[in-house]
């Protein structure tokens, strides 16, 4: 089992960065597929990106590349979500999850492990 906590949200200004961080129990992180998937008021938890349990591949929501990088540091137990340029379309609250078959799976049904999530709020 694995537990996940998130840390890092906040209030931020339009244009602004914030990052994200999800650190992980356990001895077995590097064996996990890790995403990053968040969810505004009234709407469904959507993706936003995905890492493989190297970190070699990621996998971003179209309307966040060029603006979002995901990393992870096994060492560490952590995952990141480094968010640049920040529009009032991204508030939501921000969750972490665990894959354990290793794929990078868009749908939130497909992890087996999540965080308590973290909010984000850009101001206009």
């Known amino acids: 089992q694995v537990q996940l906590v998130e840390s890092g949200g906040g209030l931020v200004q339009a244009g602004g960065s914030l990052r994200l961080s999800c650190a992980a129990s356990?001895?077995?992180?590097?064996?996990?597929?890790m995403g990053w998937f968040r969810q505004a008021p009234g709407k469904e938890r959507d993706f936003v990106a995905a890492i493989s349990r190297s970190g070699g591949s990621t996998y971003y929501k179209d309307s966040v590349k060029g603006r979002f990088t995901i990393s992870r540091d096994n060492a560490k137990n952590t995952v990141y979500l480094q968010m640049n340029s920040l529009v009032p379309e991204d508030t939501a609250v921000y969750y972490c999850?665990?894959?354990?078959?290793?794929?990078?799976?868009?749908?939130?049904?497909?992890?087996?492990?999540w965080g308590q999530g973290t909010q984000v709020t850009v101001s206009s």
């Open positions: 356990g001895r077995t992180f590097s064996s996990y597929a």
């Open positions: 999850a665990a894959e354990r078959t290793g794929v990078l799976y868009m749908k939130a049904a497909a992890y087996d492990y």
